[in-house]
């Protein structure tokens, strides 16, 4: 199927005949398509077929097409500059309060393996959060005993026996 090109009367490729395009490339008036790159996710990207025009368009809108290191065309647009920090005035920080009633880490050791003989784990952890509710311990304190009787608790009764007989000793 060969086919000339009602303008200039030239042999036409068959995929152009087969388009339904009657001129050749040289004489038609119909602006070629360019492509623009779609990403809608950052591993997938699609082409789009659009005009030139269009495609400089999209162009200047795509964040993606713009160009690292170029000018800015816009008259208003200046380089942004990070502001100065602003001084801040130093004001003296208020006093801690002291607690002197807190109770000493082996006095509250032995409290803990007390209540921990007599009630058990949960209620001697329920008696450690009091107290340090009450300011009666401080939180490293409740975290060494706590971490103390758990190790306890997980011992096999014959060796939790041998422990506490070790620590009465």
């Not at 306890?152 to 620590?167: A, G, P, S």
Request: hydrophobic share 30%; with cysteine.
């Amino acid at each position: 199927m060969i086919e000339k090109c009602i303008k200039c009367d030239a042999t036409m490729p068959d995929e152009r005949v087969h388009l339904g395009y009657r001129e050749c490339v040289e004489c038609s008036s119909v602006e070629p398509y360019s492509a623009h790159v779609v990403y809608p996710h950052k591993t997938g990207a699609f082409v789009q077929p659009v005009s030139s025009s269009v495609k400089k368009d999209l162009q200047r809108l795509d964040r993606r097409a713009v160009k690292v290191g170029g000018k800015i065309n816009a008259p208003q647009a200046r380089e942004w500059k990070m502001p100065e920090p602003k001084k801040q005035k130093v004001s003296p920080q208020p006093k801690q309060k002291v607690f002197t009633n807190q109770v000493t880490f082996n006095d509250s050791f032995k409290q803990c393996i007390d209540t921990y003989k007599q009630k058990g784990y949960v209620v001697t952890v329920n008696y450690l959060k009091q107290l340090y509710k009450k300011n009666k311990i401080t939180l490293t304190t409740k975290t060494q005993l706590v971490n103390v009787l758990t190790s306890i608790h997980m011992l096999d009764r014959k060796t939790r026996k041998k422990y506490f007989r070790r620590i009465n000793a």
